[in-house]
Structure formats: structure tokens, C-alpha cells
């Protein structure tokens, strides 16, 4: 199983067609949406993460570029400014994988990078401002 963390950018010629839908119905691919911004009959952009066999992984993205999507690849770092936070444990309640927890009996919020799926919701709760996403995206 192949899996990767992609940025789909939709131009107005194919932002209303059935894109992802086809992704799952013809190349056996699984999706977890992290983000979407879809404007109809405008524009769109989806960060998702891509999961399949590696031949239909390649297929499904071909496609996608074959269709008009641009897909870049995301490397994402998400680091805690240790200096800034207070740890009050906000971020641990929003974190939807489990990257963000707290450490019991000591109380103290701990950070599991390998979990971390960089959807930026820790980023937008904090309100230290101590979670720092960066992307780093590589067109594939």
C-alpha cells in the first residue's frame, strides 16, 4: 500500500467534474480529505491524503494530470515552539490523529510527529501560536 499527502488544484474547466470519484471507482484508491475549498464553476483546491497499490497510485495521478489538475506532493513539518507554549492542552482536544495528546500523570502535552497529518487545525486554536506548519510542496 502506497500512501502520500497530495494538493489538488482544480481550474474552472474541471472543477465540477467527478474527478475524486473516479479515482476510487477506477483505480481501487482510498482518500482522507484534510482540507477542500471548492469554488463551483470557478476554482478548487483539496489537500488529501492518497492511498492505493502503488501501479494504480501511479495510474490515479496520471489521470489527475491528464484531466487538468495540477498535484503536488506535500512534505509537512509541524513543529511546536516550545518557547511560546504554555501547554494548556487546546490543540490535543482538536487534533483529529491523536499527533497532539496528553501525557498523564505529568499533565504535559506531548507531540507525535509520525502522526501528524498537517491539517493546521492545531495551528488555528492555539492561542499561543506555538504549532508552526510548514509546506514544502513538489510538483509531481
Known amino acids: 500500500m502506497h500512501a502520500e499527502m497530495l494538493v489538488l488544484r482544480f481550474s474552472r ?5 467527478p474527478i475524486i470519484y473516479r479515482l476510487v471507482k477506477d ?9 477542500a475549498t471548492i469554488y463551483p ?8 491524503e492518497l ?12 489521470y ?19 518557547e511560546r507554549c504554555y501547554q494548556c ?11 497532539l495528546y496528553i501525557q498523564r500523570p505529568e499533565m504535559a502535552v506531548g507531540f507525535d510527529a509520525s502522526k501528524c497529518s498537517a491539517c493546521e487545525l492545531c495551528c488555528s486554536v492555539c492561542p499561543a501560536r506555538a504549532m508552526e506548519v510548514r509546506l514544502n510542496q513538489s510538483v509531481i
Open 13 to 17: 474547466e474541471v472543477v465540477d467534474k
Open 27 to 35: 483505480y481501487d484508491l482510498e482518500f482522507n480529505l484534510l482540507k
Open 41 to 48: 464553476r470557478k476554482e478548487g483546491l483539496i489537500v488529501m
Open 51 to 62: 492511498r492505493g497499490h502503488p501501479k494504480n497510485f501511479r495510474k490515479g495521478i496520471k
Open 64 to 82: 489527475l494530470r491528464d484531466s487538468g489538475v495540477k498535484v503536488q506532493r506535500v512534505a509537512h513539518e509541524v513543529r511546536r515552539n516550545e
Open 89 to 99: 492542552g487546546t490543540c490535543t482536544a482538536i487534533c483529529p490523529t491523536g499527533a
